[in-house]
């Protein structure tokens, strides 16, 4: 997946002194053009220095000016734009946002600075609302209050960027959910490239037997025993069929070039034909940042990408079970990663058990999490169009 590319454009030729730096240099306020000064390169780098700490990892930023509408019919492309606004008619912002990316305003303190652009801008801003609404477009003009704030848009707009490129790759057929429909299951595949612009592939069970087995390339066979706390699988299960499930998947990812995958395990005759389950390969891949889900479950995986583009950390699918008097869910599936974040090397320990679905399988996981705070979301399964966030804590 590509970097996204952030353009600062400074918008803009003039700007007046700051109250206090008029005090300083002792400015003829009766003379308007001594208070009028150019938008320098001292006032260039002053823009630089608030910008770009709030540009996020992973992107790259360049800087224009535009104060014409020529100069922003010119402007170089960019997946969004931060304005920061001096003396200049709205129509140039107009320009900017005919370009169909966000468009973040960042105005410097009215201590530091006055100019026009703090009188154009709102009212750009409002019409932009005004107009997208009025044709039925998304509004993608934002106002930011301070470099904090600025930064939390641009990261927000980058999880937008990182979901519209994402490459995602299913083995086996939909998932009957929601509501045991197999139409809604493929019409929820739909939904997640119409909505949310996923490029979306999808390799039949059959086709996936036929090429896992006639995969016969080398790999280190016996590494799943030494990386768990515990084998607890029965003495006549042959865990090395998970261990190759992971490099057969991992291959199919790289020459789909996909950032994203699921699988239908249980609904298929993925597990029954491999002799394994995949729940090991799903692990190991959410921890190399492959988002990954078992069952074919498309909202899930949207759910995951979002929090996991967001968070920069491996997440995990849970099926939830209530208990309203204990304030209590117990949650569990079959898999989780085992890191906590991207950056780390820490590893959860890890068990692994006969399978529970299908006993004469291996592998289940059991990944042991540590006690203490945890954020729980849930994407609805319908249209995928809203997101519960709650705050947990582990206890067991």
């Known amino acids: ?64 000016r535009a104060s014409s509408e020529s100069e922003a019919i010119d402007l170089p492309d960019a997946d969004a734009y931060i304005a920061v606004p001096f003396q200049v008619w709205d129509i140039v912002y107009a320009v900017l946002y005919s370009k169909n990316k966000p ?50 848009i641009l990261e927000a707009i980058q999880v937008k960027f990182k979901i519209s490129h994402t490459n995602a790759l299913c083995i086996g057929e939909a998932m009957h959910e929601p509501f045991h429909s197999w139409n809604w299951g493929y019409e929820i595949i739909r939904a997640l490239q119409a909505k949310f612009g996923i490029t979306f592939r999808q390799i039949s069970s059959e086709k996936f037997l ?37 490099h057969v998947f991992k291959d199919l990812i790289q020459t789909y070039g996909a950032d994203a995958f699921t699988v239908n395990c249980v609904y298929s005759v993925v597990h029954t034909g491999c002799n394994s389950t995949a729940c090991y390969a799903l692990s190991k ?14 909202t899930t995986m949207m ?57 004469e399988l291996p592998c289940g996981l059991q990944v042991i999490k540590e006690t203490g705070p945890v954020t729980v979301t849930g994407l609805s399964h319908d249209k995928m169009d809203e997101m519960i966030v709650i705050k947990g804590n582990i206890v067991r």
């Open 1 to 64: 997946m590509r970097k996204m590319k952030i353009g600062c454009i400074i918008i803009g030729e003039a700007l007046t002194y700051s109250a206090q730096e008029r005090k300083v240099t002792d400015q003829n306020l009766s003379n308007c053009e001594q208070i009028r000064v150019p938008v320098d390169a001292s006032v260039v780098e002053k823009v630089r220095k608030i910008i770009e700490p709030a540009i996020p990892a992973d992107c790259e930023c360049f800087f224009a």
């Open 103 to 152: 468009v973040v305003f960042s105005v410097l303190p009215y201590k530091d600075i006055w100019s026009y652009g703090a009188v154009y801008y709102p009212y750009f801003v409002r019409d932009a609302r005004k107009m997208d609404e009025y044709i039925g477009l998304e509004n993608q003009v934002f106002v930011s209050k301070d470099p904090q704030d600025l930064k939390a």
């Open 210 to 246: 036929e090429l896992y087995n006639n995969w016969d390339k080398a790999f280190e066979k016996g590494q799943i025993l030494k990386e768990v706390a515990n084998d607890r699988t029965r003495q006549d299960q042959d865990t090395e069929k998970s261990e190759k499930m992971y």
């Open 285 to 298: 891949l959410n921890d190399e940042g492959i988002v990954s889900t078992c069952e074919a479950d498309i």
């Open 303 to 359: 759910n995951m990408l979002i929090v996991s583009y967001a968070t920069a950390s491996p997440v995990f699918m849970l099926n939830p079970y209530l208990f309203p008097e204990d304030n209590t869910l117990f949650v569990s599936h079959c898999t989780s990663p085992r890191k906590h974040t991207y950056a780390s090397e820490q590893l959860d320990d890890v068990n692994i058990y006969p399978y529970f679905e299908i006993p």
